[in-house]
């Protein structure tokens, strides 16, 4: 079963303007982190976060994890129209098989010029 | 560096023949593998990972399996393909420590007809 889950599903803004996704999941947790994909194409990774981290950032990326609710948001910054893709949350977390990453839902982010 | 190479990048197949996509890595050793699929407009569904030779984990009974015959190299395999086997296959890769990010190839589209 899919561990994350995104929302909002849809995203539409105007360049300029900030994009907030958020993921929740289900279990624990080694990290938490975000990949973007643009139509048809694989994923690129974004940032990572730990579990013992509660903000992370890298350019105009913010990342946070709670994991009290079991929860993270991905904010853009001042978007671009170079930003609009899908983005998804994957948590990863150590089994005694190895390591297991798996995905949400994803987020598709439109943003207009 | 460290590469990932999954082929083919299109496969169009007829309901019941058999499938093989395979995936490289290089630049690495001992990576962990991933199959994913992707229904159009979905999140990534974690079909299969391995954490080394000879070693698969099943996330989802299904119509596939996998295999992994050297430490860099992992096929996705069907005897029969089914109408509902169509998706976006993705391969990917990271090192199996908890605090890595994983590398994705371009995936395969493949439609069964």
């Known amino acids: 079963s899919q561990q994350g889950e995104e929302d909002p599903q849809a995203l539409s803004i105007q360049e300029g303007e900030n994009a907030t996704m958020n993921c929740s999941y289900k279990?624990?947790?080694?990290?938490l982190q975000w990949y973007r994909q643009n139509s048809g194409r694989g994923l690129v990774h974004l940032i990572l976060?730990?579990?013992?981290?509660r903000e992370k950032h890298s350019g105009r990326l913010r990342v946070t994890l709670d994991t009290s609710k079991k929860s993270s948001s991905l904010l853009i910054t001042a978007s671009r129209a170079a930003d609009t893709a899908s983005y998804f949350c994957?948590?990863?977390?150590?089994?005694?098989?190895?390591?297991?990453?798996?995905f949400g839902e994803g987020t598709q982010l439109t943003v207009n010029p | 560096s460290q590469t990932i190479h999954q082929w083919p990048a299109t496969l169009v197949q007829p309901v019941g023949s058999p499938l093989s996509l395979e995936c490289t890595v290089e630049g690495t050793s001992n990576p962990n593998l991933y199959w994913y699929r992707q229904a159009a407009g979905r999140g990534l569904q974690l079909l299969f990972y391995s954490v080394g030779i000879g070693q698969i984990s099943s996330e989802v009974p299904q119509n596939l399996s996998a295999s992994r015959p050297q430490d860099r190299q992992f096929i996705l395999s069907s005897k029969k393909l089914l109408l509902s086997d169509s998706g976006f296959y993705l391969c990917?890769?990271?090192?199996?420590?908890?605090?890595?990010?994983?590398?994705f190839g371009q995936g395969t589209r493949l439609t069964v007809v």
């Open positions: 994957a948590t990863d977390w150590m089994e005694t098989s190895g390591s297991r990453l798996t």
């Open positions: 990917a890769w990271n090192i199996g420590t908890r605090y890595t990010e994983a590398f």
């Open positions: 279990t624990s947790i080694n990290n």
């Open positions: 976060i730990r579990s013992n981290e």
